[in-house]
């Protein structure tokens, strides 16, 4: 077994690598083209997804580092928590990306565009309540705030903004479960919903999922006490319903292991927190 002060060393190791990764690592996008500075006391430099490395053609590239830079703005509005922030809709990207190259050669993927799949991983956030400051006289719902947000932003193809808009309101376990057959007939008709809602729900699993949970939990004040507990029940109570919904093999596959991962840490955390022994 390796000595207790290796541990932080090697932890210390994992996030300077990571830290480089996000600024000047060979391979990693560092130009002004490739980066944006978020406004606001906390700025930081995050970069912008490579549309050449997701297989983005060329004649949409530009329109699709527009929104990327218009999201990751929005993104850093206060109203966007540690749960919700522009890191969360880039690993959804991540994932997407992932799972179509996955199952690229499956013959439902044919149908997929791939950048109305990447857009929709960004925008699925955009038009939330609990994000969206609306004025007073507007009665748009999510779908319109998104496409009015994309058409506003340089995306000007209708197959494009309005396909995305589709999608990303239809990623939440919330509107599967007020509609399944509704949501499954999407699937069918929309196969690029099947990717980005499993890979926007994979992002609530694992190690990621707990993390977000801690954070979520800590954000309301009469729950802040006991965020931690919460995280953790949390994880029992809805989670596994994510992994049943997966409509991907190596959705379902990437979901069982993360809800593997989540099941352990939630033993490690009822043992270490027991007190029973002393009350």
Known sequence: MAPFGCIPRRLSNLFSLKSRS??????????????????????????????????????????????NQAVMAYAASPTFDASHNYLHLQRAVMLA??????????HWVLDVNPVVMYIACLVHEIGQPQHHVRDQHDERDQEDIIR????????????????????????SLECELEDQQQIKADCN??????????????????????????????????????????????????????????????GRNLGKERLEFMEKF??????????????
């Open 148 to 171: 009015d947000f994309l058409k506003a932003n340089g995306c000007r193809d209708p197959l494009v903004y309005s396909g995305a808009a589709f999608v990303a309101v239809r990623v």
């Open 97 to 106: 990306h992932k799972i179509y190259q996955e199952h690229k050669d499956d």
């Open 189 to 250: 008709n929309y196969p690029a919903l099947r990717i980005v809602q499993d890979a926007v729900r994979l992002d609530r699993l694992g190690a990621v999922g707990i993390g977000r949970c801690f954070a979520q939990g800590g954000l309301d004040k009469e729950q802040r006490d006991g965020a931690g507990q919460n995280g953790v029940e949390l994880c029992y109570e809805t989670f596994g319903k994510y992994v049943e919904l997966m409509k991907t093999k190596m």
């Open 22 to 67: 996000t600024s000047s690592s060979v391979g990693a996008p560092t130009s002004s083209n490739h980066t944006l500075q978020t406004s606001g006391s906390d700025a930081r430099l995050y970069p912008l997804l490579d549309p050449e490395r997701l297989g983005i053609s060329s004649q949409h590239r530009d329109m699709f580092k527009g929104v």
């Open 266 to 279: 939630c033993e490690h955390w009822m043992e270490e927190t027991n007190c029973a022994m002393v009350l």
